[in-house]
């Protein structure tokens, strides 16, 4: 089985930073994509950015400038630096992976339990 662990949310005050990681373990083959997605109560669950294993990336416009994925290839793990917060951003951010496992045909998506993040003003 796969396993998809988020942690490092908490509180911080506005302008303040954050730095998500997740980490993927299990019969992993390969790792195609890695991202962070958020959510807001009553609201549909955003991409925040996303890191490909050939090191592309993608940003929601919202967050372009303030934050940065980076992934560890060789350990299956990948960060959320997250600078200047604001209280828009506070939100449940879901670290999501697109996972190729041993002896299985396809890539399968991993999601992790989500972890709390709260920007105070």
């Known amino acids: 089985q796969v396993q998809v662990v988020e942690s490092g949310g908490g509180l911080v005050q506005a302008g303040g930073s954050l730095r998500l990681s997740c980490v993927a373990s299990?019969?992993?083959?390969?790792?195609?994509?890695m991202g962070w997605y958020r959510q807001l109560p009553g609201k549909q669950r955003e991409l925040v950015a996303s890191t490909t294993s050939g090191g592309s990336t993608n940003y929601a416009d919202s967050v372009k400038g303030r934050f940065t994925i980076s992934r560890d290839n060789a350990k299956d793990t990948v960060f959320l630096q997250m600078n200047d917060l604001q209280p828009e951003d506070t939100a449940v951010y879901y670290c999501y992976a697109r996972i190729s496992i041993v002896r299985l045909i396809g890539e399968y998506d991993y999601w992790g339990q989500g972890t709390q993040v709260t920007v105070s003003s």
């Open positions: 299990g019969n992993i083959f390969s790792i195609k994509v």
